[in-house]
Each structure stands twice: as C-alpha cells, then as structure tokens.
C-alpha cells in the first residue's frame, strides 16, 4: 500500500518510521512548514510536497498526523478519490471528520508519547483503531497490526476518554516533572536526585493500581506538612494554587468525612 | 550500634530492613497502634514495646520514622540521655525540632516513594541527611552509608525544596496516574492500557529534562482539544477545574504570549 503523510511532528515522524520499517512505502511527506516535510523525507527516503493538491494518484493510503486542531484543514484539501483510505491519528477527534471521503476512512490512535528526540519500540505501542465501514476497519487492522502486537477497536467516545485519561497520567504528570525541576533549579539542585523517585512512582504503576500505593502528605491529611509547602511556594502563586487543589482532591479521595467544608 | 525504630509505616518498614540488611541490630520497634509494632518486629526479628518509655538503656541510636505531624509528640516522649543519637527520617521538619536531644541529634531523609507492598534497592535511594554537630553528621553519614550508595549532606531548607519537589514529580503524579485510572473504570476499560505511556513518560524522564519533552494539546495551545477534555470530564467538576487550571500553567509557560488575560 503506497502511503502519505501528511504532518512532520512528533507522531508523523514516529510512524512514518515504523510503517518503513514494517516494510511499508511512505511515498510523501507533506508539511505545513515545507523545510520540516523535506527533513522528515530525507530522513525517512520518501519525496516532500509543497502542496496537499500535490499526492501522486498512485497513493493509496493517506495518513493525517497534524494537531488536532488543524485536521479538518487539512482534510478539506485531500483530493477525493475512490479505493482511497484517508486515516487520522487523533485520540479527541471523531472519524467523522472525514466522512466527505465517504468511501473508506478511519483512524489509528497511538496511545503513547512521541518526542523525536526519545527512540521508541513501536511494536508496544497500543493502538486503537476505527473505520468507517468493517471493510475499512478490515484494511485499518492489517496496517496497525504490522506496527504494533497492540491493535484493538475504539469507537470515537472511547478514544477520547483514553486521551483524556492519557493527559493525566502523561501531559500533566511530565509537567509536574517539569514544575519539580524547576523548584530544584532555583536552588541549583540537579534534576538527577528526583530521577529515581521518578522511576519507582513508575514502576509501582506497572505492578499496582495506583489507587493502592498512593503516599504522600495529601494521603495522610498532614495539614502541617501542606501548609508548610504551600508556603515555600510564596514565590509561585499558580504552583500554590495548584498545590492546594490537588492535595484536597487526594484528601477527598482517602479521607471523605475530614474533607468536608474545606 | 543499637538501634530502636519508633513507627511501623512504610518508611520504617523498608528503613529498619535496610538496616538490618547493612548488618544494623535493630532491637525494638515502637507504634502509635501496638499490633503494627508487633508485626514489623516479628518481621525482622526486633522487640516490639508498647510504650516509648520503654527503650532499653542501651539502644545508641533512635529513629524517629513517624508522620510529620506525629514527630513533635513521639520525640517529646523519648528519655533523654547522653551519647544517643536520634534521627528523624522527615523532609519537611527542621532538625530543629530535635534540640532537646542537646547533645546529639539529626536527620536521615530518604527521597523515594515506599509501599510495603513494593520491594525497592534501597542502595540506590538518595539519602539527605543533617546533624546538630559535626560529629552528629559523621555517625549519621556512617549509618546512612551502609543503607545506600547516594548519601549527602543537606539543610532543614533544602531538605523541605527536595520534599516540595518530590509531591509535585511522585505524590501528585501517581494521584493523576489514580484519575486517569478512575476514568478508565467508569468506561470499563483496563488500566493495562495505559501503562506502557506512564512508563515511557517516566523513561523520557530519565534522558531528558522534562522541560524539554512537554507534549500534549496544552504544549500545542490546541483549544479545542482542551475545550474537548474539560466537557468530557463533565460528571468530575473537580477534575475540570483542574485540567484547566494546569493545562493553563502549561500554555503560560510554553506559549508566554497567548496565555495572557486568559
């Protein structure tokens, strides 16, 4: 199956990559920043275009890894042709958004985060797959399952809901990475002592529900200890907000009557 | 070095194994409830004392390994008497709070995150550690450098930046790993689905300084998405709020500009 990418990011180049090295032709490359489709070509041996009119009549699958908000853009500038498979790569976005190529189209949502500088095993990567009809979805599963040993259905609700739980347990949680490094930053600490904590919250995750193994002053209600950090804070008032609402939704959770009226 | 351990918790559990482990007689276990001294003792082959008064005369050296807020109150109990050493294991309390001990007295504070139910190497897991005196900090170094290969000094201020820091990248990253677990449930679908992301999150983590890896649709400004998510979360109005409120801190900080008067 002859395919184009359309979009250079983080998923883009990831998948390109495996889809290559699934035996795949990844033909084009377009991106909406021109220099960055030539890059990915090259690294990935493909032909860059400047223009989304521009995808040979020979491809027979395209593959829209653009951000979320740019898909219907893009898809709006997909010639329609018949015998075509047109997949998106977006967790929140419904497979209706490309229901004008009314003929066969889908999606592939990897449920995994790609930055270009981290290699990745594609092969562990959970993806979750929809089509338009059984036939498409048919088509869908045989490319999915040369990527990844992870394929399984997900109609368009059930997708969001695992992106949105992914952008707590992923997004939010590397951002909370990045507020501790900078708490340690500002007292020139490196970043290398938090690494093995970082590590074990991981691993007790892999082993446990994380419901079972939550620690911490929040968990114990130790309001002294709370109040404490949430002064060291003083010079964040966004991180002592944050601070302060996070620790009373884990009281909440673990002591329900002391909550009340806080 | 005759040790007493005063709290049968998480820390004290896997801190009085390592001890013993290191070749350390810990001779007596003390708990706010009795059966848990019971247990831990008969789990290490200890004494476990119903009261705290009942140290034996001999014990050289007391660890404190209790809630922060319980320190205060353990440590008012315990006799004192020249030539022993008691330690805290606390991040957010100063040494301070030890100065009746006059003579010698100071801290062990690990930065990890323990369950029982988790075995851990504690030979890898940073040990901070303070002494009233120079010759405090020498027996405290002995001791915790036995227990791991990562000791080094640090102030009661410090101490408390690293424990901030810790809730931010451990405490509040595994409740958002307990979220996304919850919405997962309510949908019937598996938490094995989400493992393999928190493990790579937490991989990149350990290359990268997160900073550098942010991704998700607060990275991309994609308002959309977020607008999306917050509706998704709608029967969870606390989750809501804060899914915006650091998908805001998010934005502020990788997109300065925009994230203005929002």
Known sequence: MK???LGSGNVASHLSKALIKAGNPVMQVWSRHHENAVNLALEIGANSIPDIKDISESIEVVIIAV???AIENVASQIPVKENRLIIHTSGTTAIAILQKFGNQYGVI???????KSADLDFSQVPLFIEG???SSLDKISNIASQLSAKVQPADSQTRALLHVSAVFACNFTNHFYTIAQQILQEKNLSFDLLRPLIQETANKAMLNLPSTVQTGPAK???ELTMNKHIDLLSSHPQWQVIYHLISQDIVKKYHPQQAEDK
């Open 3 to 5: 395919i184009a990418i």
């Open 109 to 115: 949502y990897p449920l995994q985060t790609f930055s």
């Open 220 to 222: 114990r209600n130790d």
């Open 132 to 134: 338009n009809t059984a």
């Open 67 to 69: 951000s979320d908000n």
